[in-house]
């Protein structure tokens, strides 16, 4: 079975720095795009940020120039570093992907369990 397991979210002060981790893993054929979402209390989950197999990114207003999204194709991980953070960034963020395994013969979209980001003082 296919998983993605996040981790790195916690509490932060506002203006503070984390770094959100993805790793996912199964029998992976290949993974496309590679993404986080958040959700905050009362608020629909939205995208925060997104990378292609290629590398090419597309970010949330909202995150711009604050935010930034990596992948190592490698260790099949993608990363989310995060600074200059507010208060309204808080959220369970997310990691989402568009994986390919062993077990299906069609790409399928899966998400992790979500990690908490609190940012207060």
């Known amino acids: 079975q296919v998983q993605l397991v996040e981790s790195g979210g916690g509490l932060v002060q506002p203006g503070g720095s984390l770094r959100l981790s993805c790793a996912a893993s199964g029998s992976i054929v290949s993974i496309n795009a590679m993404g986080w979402y958040r959700q905050a209390p009362g608020k629909q989950r939205e995208l925060v940020a997104r990378i292609t197999i290629g590398g090419s990114t597309n970010y949330a207003d909202s995150v711009k120039g604050r935010f930034t999204i990596s992948r190592d194709n490698a260790k099949n991980t993608v990363y989310l570093e995060m600074n200059s953070l507010k208060p309204e960034d808080t959220a369970v963020y997310y990691c989402?992907?568009?994986?390919?395994?062993?077990?299906?013969?069609?790409?399928?979209?899966?998400w992790g369990q979500g990690t908490q980001v609190v940012v207060s003082s």
């Open positions: 989402n992907a568009d994986i390919r395994s062993s077990y299906f013969s069609t790409t399928l979209n899966y």
